[in-house]
């Protein structure tokens, strides 16, 4: 079973509008990771967060840890064709345990023209 | 590009035969993982390293034995394949255990018949 949540499962937005992502879990995360996969092919890494309150932002991507360190969102402005793929957030789930990752199911995102 | 190779990247073997899968990274990262991909369970953590035959078992070690003789490469043993252990099988890297970057490898398609 998913011990992190995504939400939502899956989205269709429009080319150049905004999508936003989730990742929820209910005990605190000392690592949180964000990667991109495209069907049949490796994870990409995008941000990696792991102090409350952090938000960091690469091109048109954001991620953001909540203060309390159970919740992370990702947020894509103005899409584009390449931001498609499938969204996954990992999480490290103890304090001495890094890069043991256990990861959400993940969101597909397809962008339409 | 992480410096990681997987191979080999699509095997088909028959079951109760035994499987080797190896993972070269040229980054001189002192941590190396095996994960393994399944629709509906996500990406979930089999074997880990820390280092030169330093390894332990994560969520799913059933079935999988690992070995690391050199800094860079990880094998992944499935010692008698099952139809179980069809899968998409990533090796992942870190430099470190202070939650730095983790980087994973391309995938290797396993199918047991």
């Known amino acids: 079973s998913q011990e992190l949540e995504q939400s939502p499962q899956s989205l269709i937005v429009q080319e150049g509008k905004n999508l936003t992502i989730n990742c929820t879990s209910s005990?605190?995360?000392?690592?949180l990771y964000w990667y991109k996969q495209k069907y049949g092919e490796g994870l990409i890494f995008l941000m990696m967060?792991?102090?409350?309150?952090e938000e960091k932002s690469h091109e048109k991507i954001t991620a953001k840890l909540d203060e309390k360190k159970q919740q992370s969102s990702l947020h894509i402005t103005a899409s584009q064709p390449s931001h498609a793929g499938i969204y996954l957030c990992g999480a490290d789930r103890i304090a001495d345990s890094w890069g043991k990752l256990q990861f959400g199911a993940g969101t597909q995102v397809v962008v339409t023209p | 590009d992480a410096g990681i190779t997987q191979s080999p990247r699509h095997k088909v073997t028959e079951t109760g035969t035994p499987v080797t899968l190896r993972c070269h990274q040229t980054?001189?990262?002192?941590?190396m993982y095996w994960y393994r991909q399944d629709p509906g369970h996500g990406l979930r953590l089999i074997h880990y390293s820390y280092g030169v035959k330093d390894t332990d078992k994560g969520e799913v070690s059933d079935g999988y034995s690992v070995s690391r003789s050199k800094t860079e490469d990880f094998l992944l043993t499935l010692e008698s394949a099952t139809s179980s252990q069809t899968s998409v099988y990533f090796c992942?890297?870190?430099?470190?255990?202070?939650?730095?970057?983790?980087?994973f490898g391309e995938g290797s398609w396993l199918t047991v018949v």
């Open positions: 967060l792991q102090k409350g309150g």
């Open positions: 992942a890297i870190s430099p470190t255990d202070a939650g730095n970057t983790i980087y």
């Open positions: 005990k605190t995360l000392y690592g």
């Open positions: 980054e001189n990262h002192r941590y």
